[in-house]
T-cell receptor, first 113, second 115 residues
Framework: AQKVTQAQTEISVVEKEDVTLDCVYE???????LFWYKQPPSGELVFLIR??????QNEISGRYSWNFQKSTSSFNFTITASQVVDSAVYFC??????????FGAGTILRVKS | DTEVTQTPKHLVMGMTNKKSLKCEQH?????MYWYKQKAKKPPELMFV???????INESVPSRFSPECPNSSLLNLHLHALQPEDSALYLC??????????????FGPGTRLTVT
């Protein structure tokens, strides 16, 4: 069975600090997709990134970057120079063929000014 | 436009009431989803509609009844709910639900309280 583990329940940082959110996954499939979503206090899940299992290139989008390592089954997310608006719950998710998303427990990020 | 809208934003209902949650998307997506999210937990999939047909029902109790009138609309009919059904109900849509997975776009949710 597929599983996503986000070991960090809650992280608190001061504005402008860099922060990394960890995600470890388990799956028996060779083809799978990984996602990160942000859920601010308003409740709406915001899609951040999709990565398929064949693409191990790291990605950078502004202050966000993602490190995908198949060897360790990890898909970590780093926010550089964090801002108060980054405060949210962040979910890592795994999808196998068939569009069924399995979410990790989520990491609460608190950025203090 | 990556917007999924949901109405109402908040709903309080008694255990004998019948109510409906509504979801709409205008992105031309052919797959729509209902998720349930309890406080401090991740979303849990309830139903998937693909090309207006129910393709996945995650063993959801019959007091929840989904309906997809057309490719842009998704309803969730509620009847005889229990207090433990109180949660945030999230609707999502994606380009497709077959073949390669596409990212799902979520609405803001309906916060349901069952009294």
């Amino acid at each position: 069975a597929q599983k996503v583990t986000q070991a960090q329940t809650e992280i608190s940082v001061v504005e402008k600090e860099d922060v990394t959110l960890d995600c470890v996954y388990e799956t028996r499939d060779t083809t799978y997709y990984l996602f990160w979503y942000k859920q601010p206090p308003s409740g709406e899940l915001v899609f951040l990134i999709r990565r398929n299992s064949f693409d191990e290139q790291n990605e950078i989008s502004g202050r966000y970057s993602w490190n995908f390592q198949k060897s360790t089954s990890s898909f970590n997310f780093t926010i550089t120079a964090s801002q108060v608006v980054d405060s949210a719950v962040y979910f890592c998710a795994l999808m196998e063929y068939g569009n069924k998303l399995v979410f990790g427990a989520g990491t609460i990020l608190r950025v203090k000014s | 436009d990556t917007e999924v809208t949901q109405t109402p934003k908040h709903l309080v209902m008694g255990m004998t009431n019948k109510k409906s949650l509504k979801c709409e998307q205008h992105m031309g997506h052919r797959a729509m989803y209902w998720y349930k999210q309890k406080a401090k937990k991740p979303p849990e999939l309830m139903f998937v509609y693909s090309y207006e047909k129910l393709s996945i029902n995650e063993s959801v109790p019959s007091r929840f009844s989904p309906e997809c009138p057309n490719s842009s609309l998704l309803n969730l009919h509620l009847h005889a709910l229990q207090p433990e059904d109180s949660a945030l109900y999230l609707c999502a849509s994606s380009q497709d639900a077959t073949g390669d997975p596409y990212e799902q776009y979520f609405g803001p949710g309906t916060r349901l309280t069952v009294t």
